[in-house]
Structures are given as C-alpha cells and as structure tokens.
C-alpha cells in the first residue's frame, strides 16, 4: 500500500514554492482548503492595513487622497493584476465588486451592438452573473439566453450582443477554452465578457492573446485581497473609444472635481469607476495581489495542477464513494476539485471540525480549494485521510453537522 504520509511529505520538500506559506498569517493546525471562496491573509496585511489607518488616514486625513495616493490607487492595483491575466496596465481597474463590475461590462456591450439584445450565458453559471443579465433584462435593455455548455457554439447567432462565460466554473471547476469561445463569438459579431473570479492567481489567463473584450475577476480569492475586497475589471484597450458604462457616478467622470452637472467619461477603464474606491480594501487587496506577482504565474498554476492531481489520485484511491464532478485533465480545470455525496454538507461539517477547511456547494457537492501559493501536500493528503476516517467512523451522522449555516 502508498505510504500517501511518505508520498506527501516528498512532494512538499521538492516544492520551490514551499517557502511562501510563511507570507501568510495560517494557523499550522489548519489545512486551509477554502481559498478558492475567501482567501487566506498575508502576513504584511494587518501591518499595512495599520499604517494606511493611522498615517495615511489618521495623521494624513484629506490630503492622502494626493500624498499617499489614494486617488490612484484603483489603477496602480488595476495595473498590478494585468500581468497576472495577460492584460496590459493600463486596461485594468480595480473596483466596485465582480457583480457591479458585471452589471456595468454587460450595460457597455450592449451598446456596442446596437440592434442586438441576447446575453448567451450558461445554466449553472454562478448566480450573480445570471441575475446582473437580468437585471438588464428587466430594464428591457437586454434578453438573457442559455444554452448548456456543449450547445455554447451553436446558441451563437446574429442576435447575440455578449457572450458572458466564467472561465472555471465555481462548482465543477470546469474550465472552458477561452481562445475557442472567443473566437466563435468573434465569428457571429458578438462580443465576450469572461468571468475570471476562479481563475485570476490560480490558472494561466491571456486575454490579449486570445483576443477578448471585457472581463471581470474577484479580489478576495486567490489574490487574498480580503472579506469583500474589491474587484477588477479588464477592457481591450480597442474598446477604450466606444466604452460607455451605464453606472456613470462621478468618479468615472473626465473631470470629477470639476463638478460639473453633466457626465463625461473618463478616458479609458478609468471610466468604469463609479463613487468613491473604498481604500482600506485597496490596501488589503494590493498586498495580496503583490504578493502573487512576487511569486508569478508559472509557478503558481504548476503547483495548482501538482496540488489537484495529487489530491485526485489519493481522493480515488483512499475514498471512492466520494464521486469526482471536476474534469480528470489538470490542465482543463481550475484550482479545485468537487466531489458528489449524498451526505457532502455533513462531511464538509465533520471536515471543517477536524480542522480542514472545505466548503460545500448545494445541492451535493463537496468542494477542495488548492490556493498554490500557501496550500501543502500534506494538507491535502489530511482532508482525504479525515475524510476516510469520518466515514468509516459515522462521524457525520452526529447532529450537529446537520445543521445549515446562513453561510457555506
Ligand atoms: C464566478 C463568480 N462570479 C462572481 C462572484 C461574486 O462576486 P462578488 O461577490 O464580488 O460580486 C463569485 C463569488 O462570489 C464567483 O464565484
Ligand atoms: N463571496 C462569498 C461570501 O461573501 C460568502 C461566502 C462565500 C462567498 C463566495 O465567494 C462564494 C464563491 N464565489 C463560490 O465560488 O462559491
């Protein structure tokens, strides 16, 4: 039988980014599988985040909007993140949440296709982007379509305005080819918005490379921005002439202090600002994604892939009753596996008890997060070992884990 102990503790010495788990404030006893839903906090936060409190807000009060830069910061972070997704600089901001960001990404394509109003999506998208395009829907602004994910190429047609798709699905951790999509929506005029919340620290992105026109990302994932850290959002700089987003507040004005009473767009995604940019959250959000851009793609999305593969080949061997739901390939799919029981939220409960933190997705899955720049082998050779041996135990069946959260 693999010594799965002796199998983890190897691939843990022979990992090059071993070292950066120690950036992070992550308590030795917890093996921390939830990154993909809220990532975990660097170690330089809390300092920073004391300094921006007390200097920059408390000693500089008004005049750090221009001494410590505040103004700028929604576009240095933006700038940040471009190197990360293939972007550049100038083409990111960083904003608002993934689903104001999507309202206004969604409010600009539209009118970039005039005549046109279907935003194709998929059924069992994450739920905000299905309800930001209705949400245009019920303005009679747009017609929201879904088509399964095989059926995508061929729901295309001249009448659709957007094509909205999340690159890795927040449950399978399905990800789609994001040059091939493109691409056929290109094909029948149509325009693409990916939703890069799974994706953005976790996978390899080339929105310029593949051609794309908008997309959006979350913050307090994989970049360990934080609970509620703002988002970014990415426009093709051959956009930047047509772009008119509908949620026009005056800090998307060309000229916010000029107060004047009628709106013009800043120039370039500057524009897709809209009230004030919450600053201790930009803070947070600049450490974290600093951080990844220390350690960089390439080494991240190995680990990713060394870190899933891993934990897919002992999951199978030690727990077979656990049905895997996330594509076999590595290479096409996230950061996450999922795995399908009739009892996933008692397990997960019984998981997170032992310390090893999952998460649960209704109606039935169980779902482990790989964040590569803090999650070990070990860690993940914990949660299937637990895993066996609460099931083994009947663990799960104590009452207590069955009782739902407001929160999973
Ligand atoms: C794919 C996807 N899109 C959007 C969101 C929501 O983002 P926000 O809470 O920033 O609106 C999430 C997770 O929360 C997500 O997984
Ligand atoms: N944003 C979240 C929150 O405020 C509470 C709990 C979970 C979340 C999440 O991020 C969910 C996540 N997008 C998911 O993929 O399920």
Known sequence: ???????????????????WRAEFLLDEGVAYLDGNSL??????????????????WGEGLIGSWNGAGWIGLPQKIGGMIAPLIGAQAHEVIAADSVSVNLFK??????QMRPGRKVVLSEPGNFPTDLYMIAGQEAQGLAERRLADRSDIGSALDDDVALLLLTHVHY????????AALTKAAHATGALVLWDLSHSVGAVPVDLNGVGADFAVGCGYKYLNGGPGAPAFAWVAQRHHADLRQPLSGWMGHAAPFAFED?????????????GTPPILGMRALEVGVDLMARIGMEPLVAKSRALSAFTGKVMAA???ELACISPA?????????????????????????????GDFRAPDALRLGFAPAYVSFAD??????ELRAIIDSGDWRRPEFSTRAAVT
Do not use: F, N
């Open 1 to 19: 039988m693999t010594d799965w102990t002796h199998e983890a503790a190897r691939l843990d010495a022979e990992d090059p980014l071993a070292k």
């Open 39 to 56: 990532g975990a906090l660097p170690r330089a936060t809390p300092e920073r985040l004391q300094r921006a409190i007390r200097q920059e």
């Open 105 to 110: 990404l969604i409010g600009a394509a539209l």
């Open 171 to 178: 449950k399978t951790g399905a990800m789609y080819d994001m």
């Open 262 to 274: 009628d709106y013009a767009p800043a120039p370039g995604v500057s524009q897709l600002l809209c």
């Open 318 to 320: 030690c727990v077979p």
């Open 329 to 357: 390939d590595p290479a096409a799919r996230g950061s996450h596996l999922s795995y399908v029981h009739p009892h996933a939220y008692e397990l997960c409960q019984a998981l997170i008890a032992r310390r090893v933190i």
């Open 380 to 385: 993940c050779w914990r949660a299937v070992s």
